[in-house]
């Protein structure tokens, strides 16, 4: 098993990845430590990792109040002894969902989706670190894993605020990677999903748990249709962006840390925006005969 003997708190795993990500790590070994805003939902996620024969407790915890992230590092450690692998993955979509124009954020929404986003992902890997380097084994060795996007790395319209807060995390992980963690033997990581989001990300915190993505929840999948490059007989999965976080939770990325790892971008973050059309290398080939080289 890749997280035999390992202890892991999970934020905002009551829901999307995860909850996926609670299932899977407890599933390779791992005793999990479920937390969420909501206490329902961090219960049902317990309930389905007991029915899959994991060992794991749920914690309520709003990644916006510093000590409730730190009670639930401390639950971990009551509980387990230790904390081997923080994955700050708690977060909430920009208000409207961008349909905010720019200049009508207000500095409340903005505030919010920073709290949640950024400033909770701050205090989940502050009070890991604290916990991490007090292990009975020591500290080398653990992970820190934290949800970006790819809304940090390329420009995503109308979510300003939360591509903001992404790309802090993405800076806050090279810092504490190259600066302040590292020298304990601790690494820190992000993942940055294109595809394979949670379809409960858009929808209200009380709304039942789908546990699939945006992409299994548009009907038929059909390859030819779909704007992704690579084009594969199935969808993205949230488990094609929990697989990546297994493996920066085991100790086969132990050289890995100060990394922002596009996990599902399918070769979109590769394309280009001119427009060339499918049969661009005609067109490029029948100009270049009539010495046109401008388009």
């Excluded at 890749?2 to 905002?12: S, W």
């Excluded at 009070?127 to 992970?143: C, E, F, L, T, Y």
Aim: charged share 20%; with cysteine.
């Amino acid at each position: 098993m890749r997280l035999a003997h390992k202890v892991v708190v999970i934020t905002g795993a009551g829901s999307g990845l995860g909850r996926a990500a609670s299932r899977l790590f407890a599933q390779e070994g791992a005793r999990v430590v479920v937390t969420d805003v909501s206490e329902d939902r961090a219960k049902q996620t317990l309930d389905l990792v007991h029915g899959d024969g994991g060992e794991a407790i749920a914690v309520k915890a709003d990644v916006t109040v510093e000590a409730e992230v730190e009670a639930a590092v401390a639950a971990a450690v009551d509980t387990y002894g230790k904390l081997d692998v923080m994955f700050a993955n708690a977060g909430i979509p920009a208000k409207g969902f961008g349909l905010t124009a720019f200049e009508d954020i207000s500095e409340a929404e903005w505030d919010e989706t920073n709290d949640v986003v950024l400033k909770g992902v701050f205090f989940a890997v502050k009070h890991a670190v604290r916990a991490m380097k007090n292990n009975p084994d020591g500290p080398a060795g653990s992970s820190i894993i934290c949800t970006s996007s790819a809304a940090s790395l390329v420009g995503y319209p109308g979510f300003p605020q939360y591509g903001a807060a992404k790309g802090g995390i993405n800076a806050m992980v090279r810092i504490c990677a190259a600066w302040e963690i590292g020298r304990y033997g601790i690494r820190i990581n992000a993942i940055c999903p294109t595809h394979g989001g949670s379809a409960n990300f858009i929808l209200p915190g009380d709304a039942p748990v789908l546990e699939k993505s945006h992409e299994e929840m548009g009907g038929e999948w059909i390859p030819e249709h779909s704007p992704i490059p690579l084009k594969l007989p199935r969808p993205p999965r949230i488990l094609d962006n929990a697989y990546p976080a297994l493996f920066l939770a085991s100790d086969e990325s132990m050289y890995m840390s100060g990394v922002c790892l596009p996990t599902t971008d399918g070769g979109t973050l590769a394309t280009v925006a001119i427009p060339f059309g499918d049969d661009w290398r005609e067109n490029l080939n029948e100009n270049a005969r009539k010495g046109d080289f401008n388009g």
